[in-house]
């Protein structure tokens, strides 16, 4: 079906009070679109409303320190407001969080892990490229996490940057930033606490580092990510809980 | 403060010479960050939005040049 078939007028507008006035109009519309096409090589985009906002976490997550230029970052100054509006706005029904991050504050982090976790409305998380570090708690904050099989995580231990006092409290301290981040993996996700910590702390996996990397699969065998997939499955997968979460509204209460 | 990343801190946390300005302004509703170019004008950078169809506007599509031109509002 051509373009022109589609805007041809249904057959209830004949008896219309101007029915001049249209067919102009159309030919118009039609006139400007292929205008667009031919001098910018820009389609016209139909105003449709989709019910499934998408989240993306990229580069950095940026949190109580504005980082040098360099950086690709997501602000959680931008994100949390977001969360917020999605969590708001009616129209939305579900929400799609796409990472490839390679980790970044640890507060910032925590912060939009508990926002997508404290939602009302379905989550589904998609990690591609790399969901490192910081990024791991905020994929399993979601209700359902999928990974491309080429993707990988990273998990390690944290650690402190800048001028830090040698004194035993600082090891407590960060002793305890740990259990924030292994807590809310093992929450939230069917890893155990003793594998996450296996992981975590495993030598020669990395080059200059203590971890381990997770490829695709190895992401789910270790019960980190729910399933191996990519953009179709985890839309279909979002579509599937709206569904379920309206079939739970629709009974009645007994 | 603690920073959970792969990165290295000399990669992050080294300051370049030659910063871009980069300013958030919305654009007919929708959040961007738009740098700084040469001959007052501003290139789209990124769009900050959770609505996809945002991303598909060509009015707002990353790279794009704008320009911002005073107007004189009377009351």
């Known amino acids: 079906m051509s373009s022109l078939d589609m805007d041809s007028p249904p057959p209830e507008n004949n008896g219309n009070k101007q029915p001049m006035e249209k067919p102009k109009e159309r030919r118009k519309q039609v006139g400007k679109k292929l205008e667009t096409i031919r001098e910018l090589g820009q389609t016209e985009i139909p105003d449709m409303k989709g019910n499934i906002h998408c989240l993306t976490i990229v580069g950095q997550v940026e949190g109580h320190l504005i980082m040098p230029p360099q950086n690709k970052t997501t602000k959680y100054e931008h994100v949390i407001p977001q969360l917020v509006a999605v969590e708001q706005n009616p129209d939305i029904e579900g929400m799609l969080v796409i990472l490839n991050t390679v980790g970044g504050d640890v507060e910032g982090g925590l912060a939009i892990a508990e926002m997508i976790v404290s939602m009302s409305k379905p989550t589904v998380s998609l990690v591609l490229g790399g969901g490192h570090s910081i990024g791991v708690p905020i994929t399993v904050a979601a209700n359902y996490s999928f990974i491309a099989e080429t993707a990988t995580m990273t998990v390690h231990p944290i650690r402190l940057t800048g001028l830090v006092i040698g004194v035993p409290q600082t090891y407590e301290y960060l002793d305890k930033m740990q259990d924030r981040v292994v807590r809310f993996v093992t929450q939230h996700s069917r890893i155990t606490d003793i594998k996450f910590r296996e992981l975590m702390f495993r030598t020669g996996d990395l080059a200059r580092d203590i971890g381990t990397v997770l490829v695709g699969r190895d992401a789910v065998e270790c019960g980190l990510i729910d399933e191996v997939g990519g953009l179709a499955p985890a839309v279909q997968k979002i579509k599937e809980l709206i569904e379920l979460k309206q079939e739970a509204k629709e009974t009645p209460v007994q | ?75």
Do not use: C
């Open chain 2, 1 to 75: 403060m603690i920073h959970y990343t792969l990165m290295d801190p000399q990669l992050i946390w080294a300051s370049e010479d030659d910063i871009p300005v980069i300013i958030e302004k919305t654009i007919k509703g929708v959040q961007v960050l738009l740098r700084e170019e040469e001959g007052e004008t501003w290139s789209i950078q990124r769009v900050i939005s959770t609505n996809p169809n945002d991303y598909l506007r060509s009015e707002l599509q990353p790279g794009l040049r704008i320009k911002f031109i005073p107007v004189i509002l009377k009351n």
